[in-house]
T-cell receptor
């Protein structure tokens, strides 16, 4: 069946560097995508979303890029901070069916 | 606003026992859902509700029941717990199925 996946299970970056977390999705008809952050022992927290009629959306220190041609989604975090250490996962929605990826663990080194 | 609240935070059951995981939200959201999260896997939808009195099955509904008598509450019942139901359970709510979901803090369930 269709699935949402991530290219890398772990990512380690230096504090202050930019982070890029990638996500590949399988359903070309998906029309809504969300990035979530999950800290240890907590529930997922919304970071940013994007609809399929856009290819880029910016928030505070975060940018989501959507490439529908290759079915690829990325999350860019600028000036990564220790508080950004968490598991990040993407979700795709098609026809009110939201599917989640397994996640990438981001570790920020001081 | 408290957002989405879940109780209990932790629970240990023996095989065959039943229990109810509680979920409540104070954002007047119509859509509520239950997910389970297992190591190395994404969140999987168990059951969901698009409004009071309406529930439907998600991806992994077997062994679970839900009801939605009010907009605020969406309890998840395990009828006869099995070790395969050991997981972390998250409740979520949103203003619509294709909108941002707000998650509760989770319930860590262990079935022995």
């Amino acid at each position: 069946g269709e699935s949402v996946g991530l290219h890398l299970p772990t990512l380690s970056v230096q504090e202050g560097d930019n982070s890029i977390i990638n996500c590949a999705y399988s359903n070309s008809a998906s029309d809504y995508f969300i990035w979530y952050k999950q800290e240890s022992g907590k529930g997922p927290q919304f970071i940013i979303d994007i609809r399929s009629n856009m290819d880029k959306r910016q928030g505070q220190r975060v940018t989501v890029l959507l490439n529908k041609t290759v079915k690829h989604l990325s999350l860019q975090i600028a000036a990564t901070q220790p508080g950004d250490s968490a598991v990040y996962f993407c979700a795709e929605n098609y026809n009110n069916d939201m599917r989640f990826g397994a996640g990438t663990r981001l570790t920020v080194k001081p | 606003n408290a957002g989405v609240t879940q109780t209990p935070k932790f629970q240990v059951l023996k095989t065959g026992q039943s229990m109810t995981l509680q979920c409540a939200q104070d954002m007047n959201h119509e859509y509520m859902s239950w997910y389970r999260q297992d190591p190395g896997m994404g969140l999987r939808l168990i059951h969901y509700s698009v409004g009071a009195g309406i529930t439907d099955q998600g991806e992994v509904p077997n062994g679970y029941n839900v009801s939605r008598s009010t907009t605020e509450d969406f309890p998840l019942r395990l009828l006869s717990a099995a070790p395969s139901q050991t997981s972390v359970y998250f409740c979520a709510s949103s203003s619509g199925q294709a909108n941002e979901q707000f998650f509760g803090p989770g319930t860590r369930l262990t079935v022995l």
